[in-house]
């Protein structure tokens, strides 16, 4: 499976399992974080940030935003398994940061994903306290 991740760029993925502090008497919520690289056309940021935002399909609550690592667009996806899939018919909300990296190559994709769609805004936040932490540096490079 790690293998398989691999193979489609991504690079991190954590999972999260934790109370509902909303109901606490609730079920615990489970959560995937993924971050992930997407290769894109040689273009300046701002613009790689915009293109995903208006060519993404299915991708809604679109906010392009300026972050401590420079543009990005937070959006959403909602999905179901297949009903022939044999998998829970649960919605599942993928919470999405795309971050242009300043080579202008690339994408750095972080995804929240959550069964927990009446969370959505909370997931969202989660993520967009992530994103802030985000630096495309080489912390290795200033100590050689």
């Not at 502090?21 to 997407?38: M, N, R």
């Not at 899939?85 to 919605?91: A, I, R, V």
Request: with cysteine.
């Amino acid at each position: 499976m790690l293998g398989a991740l691999c193979g489609v760029g991504m690079v991190h993925c954590s999972i999260g399992l934790h109370r509902d502090d909303i109901d606490p008497a609730g079920t615990p919520l489970l959560s995937l974080f993924t971050i992930s690289w997407q290769d894109t056309n040689v273009a300046p940021r701002g613009v790689t940030a915009a293109r995903v935002a208006t060519t993404d399909k299915g991708h809604t609550r679109i906010a392009f935003e300026e972050f401590a690592c420079g543009p990005g667009v937070l959006s959403e996806t909602t999905s179901r398994c297949a009903a022939e899939s044999g998998l829970p018919q649960l919605p599942l909300l993928q919470v999405h940061a795309h971050l242009p990296h300043p080579d202008c190559r690339r994408l750095a994709v972080l995804t929240v994903s959550t069964v927990a769609v009446a969370r959505r805004e909370e997931y969202r936040a989660v993520l967009r306290r992530i994103v802030g932490t985000v630096r495309f540096e080489d912390p290795l490079g200033a100590a050689s």
